[in-house]
C-alpha cells in the first residue's frame, strides 16, 4: 500500500512551547488529509480535515489556534499545537487520501506521541 | 454516519484462523467498508477494503452479505504478531468525516 511518513514520532516538551508534526505522502499526491487524536486504549478521533491550498475544516470542540494545519503541498500537511499544555499530551496520527485506480483508500502515518511537561 | 458494533475483544491460538465481526445496520449504498489493524503506539494500517460480496488478499479475507449490514474479516492461520486492535470503518472511501472509528477489537492471539 501507499506509505505516509509522519515526523517526529516522539516529542517530549515544556508547556508553553509549540510543536510541529509533518506528515508526507511519499509515493502519492494527496489533496486531502486528516488529523486524529488518540489517547491510551482509546480509538481514533478526528480532529480536522487538511484540504491542499485551503483552510483546514475542524471538527466541533477542536480549537483551531491551538491546533494550527497547514497543507502547501499535494505531499505535506502540518499539524502544529500551538503553547502546548499538558492536556494537550496525546498519540496524533495523520491520513492521507489515496485516490488510486483500484479505489479511494485512506492511509495512515505512524503516529507522534507528545508529552508536554 | 453509518455506525458500527464490533466485539471488544477476542482470544485465539496461533495457527488458527480468526473471524471478526461488524455490524453496521445503517450502511449506505456507497458506503464501502475498510478494515485497519492498529499496534500500540502505531497507526492503523489498512489491511482489506469491499462494497459487497467477498474481497481476498494476500493477508486477510472480507466477508459481506447481500445485505450489507455486517462484515467479517478472516484472517487465516494468526500468529503472536497478528495480536493487535481491528478496526472496521464504514463510509465513503476517502472520506475521513464519515469514516468514524468505532471501539475496535483487541484480538489476542495465545501460543
Known amino acids: 500500500g501507499a506509505v505516509v511518513s509522519q515526523h517526529p514520532s516522539r516529542v517530549i516538551c515544556k508547556s508553553g512551547t509549540s510543536v510541529k508534526i509533518e506528515c508526507r505522502s511519499l509515493?502519492?499526491?494527496?489533496?486531502?488529509m486528516f488529523w486524529y487524536r488518540q489517547f491510551p486504549k482509546k480509538s481514533l478521533m478526528l480532529m480536522a480535515t487538511?484540504?491542499?491550498?485551503?483552510?483546514?475544516?475542524?471538527e466541533q470542540g477542536v480549537e483551531k489556534d491551538k491546533f494550527l494545519i497547514n497543507h502547501a503541498s499535494l505531499t505535506l500537511s502540518t499539524l502544529t499545537v500551538t503553547s502546548a499544555h499538558p492536556e494537550d499530551s496525546s498519540f496524533y496520527i495523520c491520513s492521507a487520501r489515496d485516490e488510486g485506480a483500484d479505489g479511494e483508500k485512506l492511509f495512515f502515518g505512524s503516529g507522534t506521541q507528545l508529552s508536554v511537561l | 454516519l453509518a455506525k458500527t458494533t464490533q466485539p471488544i475483544s477476542m482470544d485465539s491460538y496461533e495457527g488458527q484462523e480468526v473471524n471478526i465481526t461488524c455490524s453496521h445496520n445503517n450502511i449506505a449504498t456507497n458506503d464501502y467498508i475498510t478494515w485497519y489493524q492498529q499496534f500500540p503506539s502505531q497507526g492503523p494500517r489498512f489491511i482489506i477494503q469491499g462494497y459487497k460480496t467477498k474481497v481476498t488478499n494476500e493477508v486477510a479475507s472480507l466477508f459481506i452479505p447481500a445485505d450489507r449490514k455486517s462484515s467479517t474479516l478472516s484472517l487465516p492461520r494468526v500468529s503472536l504478531s497478528d495480536t493487535a486492535v481491528y478496526y472496521c470503518?464504514?463510509?465513503?472511501?476517502?472520506?475521513?468525516?464519515?469514516?468514524?472509528f468505532g471501539s475496535g477489537t483487541q484480538l489476542t492471539v495465545l501460543p
Open positions: 487538511s484540504n491542499e491550498g485551503s483552510k483546514a475544516t475542524y
Open positions: 470503518l464504514v463510509g465513503r472511501s476517502g472520506s475521513a468525516r464519515q469514516l468514524t
Open positions: 509515493d502519492f499526491q494527496a489533496t486531502t
